[in-house]
């Protein structure tokens, strides 16, 4: 079947399609059947049709687009089993590779209670360390690429004349005493935008003549090219390499040794996937000749700056060639209205895929907003109502006007215990009920309106064709974390401008408290 579609596909042949499809339906018809036992208990739950038809579909490139809350967990799963118990597959010839460590253990741990099975979860890094463990590098941190250019800027030009007035043109500060230029603000902007430059320049596997390509700020690309190299130095030096150095040298060894033959390989949180990690597991499949089934959803696609090549995600067909896209669309976990309103609302980017969930939950007004900053009286509302709450924020120290100290993790209030979490940590979690902080129209807001350096533009390749693109899907995220309703603490006097599109479009969904 398989060959024949490969085979169809390639003709374009309308007549050889309709056989193919034809072929394809008998065969998932037949398979439905004779999987209904295994399909029907999958950690305790039956999975429902589309889950069930994304685990039988077998053609050698299979991407699932899996809605928020809509099981995505449980239908990797229910593929592993599948292939095991009805494929007759061994368990080390599955390749499972997930986003996080935290994501990976969990979903080992929940193979091995509920089946027993010895499934080894990766993250792309771990699994890369495994193919260079016998070279014995030093794997550093960001903190290595922190310190060189601190000493750049502190230390190796100081008393360089020619790079001081390159940096003052670069910053506008033409006149101003280097000492001062030390303590500005505008030099930590500075750092933290060549901190992503170089990891981005690295993400997408660039070398060193790509800054030929440059047209924009000379001055700045020669800045960033001598840190680059101190880098580079750095590394070399000690025998060192960084997280994008061990996706690149894993795939030169992948390319040139041989490696255990996988002959599935199972890829969660696939729209976060970067571009070196997509060639990555491209060398694998060259080299094993294995099927792979990636799962995820470009509707919380929301790293970009950690590289994230969301374009091997839309265009998955381009990517890897022949190969099928099935959706999962029935969420367990928000209202129907709450979905219709997020699902809405992203749609208004330009790059996404169309998906139309559905719920059997409703709630009428699945959105609160309450006006003002006084969240002890918001919590004292909704712990009347909820025992579990999640509240999030858009950065980190969103929280430090409320309580200490100022981090993620849990806070005590009224002897409860409560989370607080980014956006960005809390994908993949739901809580009962979820407020969401600081929806203030300001630069350090949601959305965020810190504007990107144009130089990023060269490395960078998600550039928003509509405004706020990724900050749209992070307000995404955040509003479909809840089971139950989502609280939005809303500045009165500079209400976010997302607060602003809901009142104007969905205002049918809101209530005002």
Do not use: W
Request: charged fraction near 30%; aromatic fraction near 12%.
């Amino acid at each position: 079947m398989i060959l024949i579609d490969y085979i169809c596909h390639n003709l374009e042949n309308k007549h050889c399609r309709l056989i193919s499809n034809i072929l394809n339906k008998k065969y998932i018809k037949e398979e439905l059947i004779f999987s209904n036992n295994l399909l029907s208990n999958i950690n305790g739950y039956s999975l429902d049709k589309e889950q069930r038809i994304a685990i039988i579909t077998d053609e050698n490139a299979n991407l699932i687009i899996a809605g928020a809350g809509s099981g995505k967990t449980l239908t990797m799963i229910g593929k592993i089993r599948y292939l095991i118990e009805r494929k007759n597959i061994k368990e080390d010839e599955i390749l499972c590779i997930t986003f996080t460590r935290d994501a990976s253990l969990n979903l080992e741990k929940s193979i091995k209670k509920n089946y027993n099975y010895n499934i080894k979860v990766y993250t792309f890094h771990s699994l890369a360390l495994q193919f260079l463990k016998d070279y014995n590098y030093n794997i550093i941190e960001n903190d290595t690429l922190n310190y060189i250019v601190n000493e750049y800027f502190y230390s190796i030009i100081k008393l360089n004349k020619e790079m001081v007035k390159k940096l003052r043109r670069v910053l506008g500060k033409i006149d101003v005493p280097y000492e001062n230029i030390l303590k500005s603000n505008d030099l930590k902007m500075l750092k933290k935008l060549i901190i992503t430059f170089i990891n981005l320049f690295k993400t997408n596997d660039f070398k060193l003549d790509f800054f030929l390509k440059i047209k924009d700020n000379k001055d700045l690309v020669s800045i960033i090219i001598d840190i680059y190299i101190l880098y580079e130095q750095e590394l070399k030096s000690t025998n060192s390499i960084d997280f994008n150095d061990m996706i690149n040298l894993s795939r030169k060894f992948i390319s040139t040794n041989n490696i255990k033959m996988y002959k599935y390989i199972i890829v969660d949180e696939y729209q976060d996937t970067s571009y070196i990690r997509y060639l990555f597991l491209k060398e694998i499949i060259k080299k094993t000749n294995a099927k792979i089934v990636c799962v995820g959803d470009d509707y919380q696609s929301i790293y970009r700056f950690n590289g994230c090549n969301l374009n091997t995600f839309l265009n998955f067909k381009k990517h890897f060639g022949f190969s099928k896209v099935l959706k999962i669309t029935n969420t367990y976990r928000n209202s129907q209205e709450l979905i219709n309103v997020a699902g809405n609302f992203i749609m208004k980017n330009k790059k996404q895929l169309y998906k139309k969930l559905r719920s059997n939950k409703s709630i009428k007004k699945p959105i609160k907003i309450k006006y003002g900053n006084n969240l002890y009286n918001l919590l004292d509302l909704v712990l009347k109502r909820y025992e579990n709450i999640l509240i999030l924020g858009r950065n980190k120290f969103d929280i430090i006007k409320y309580f200490n100290p100022n981090k993620e993790g849990y806070i005590n209030y009224n002897n409860t215990k409560i989370r607080y979490l980014t956006i960005h940590k809390s994908k993949g979690l739901e809580e009962d009920c979820v407020i969401i902080i600081n929806l203030k129209d300001d630069v350090l807001g949601m959305p965020n309106k810190l504007k990107d350096d144009k130089i990023l533009k060269y490395v960078n390749n998600n550039i928003d064709l509509y405004p706020f693109e990724e900050e749209r899907r992070l307000f995404y995220v955040a509003l479909t974390r809840t089971k139950g309703e989502v609280y939005l603490l809303v500045d009165k006097n500079k209400p976010s401008i997302f607060v602003k599109e809901l009142i104007k479009d969905y205002n049918l969904y809101i209530e005002y408290i």
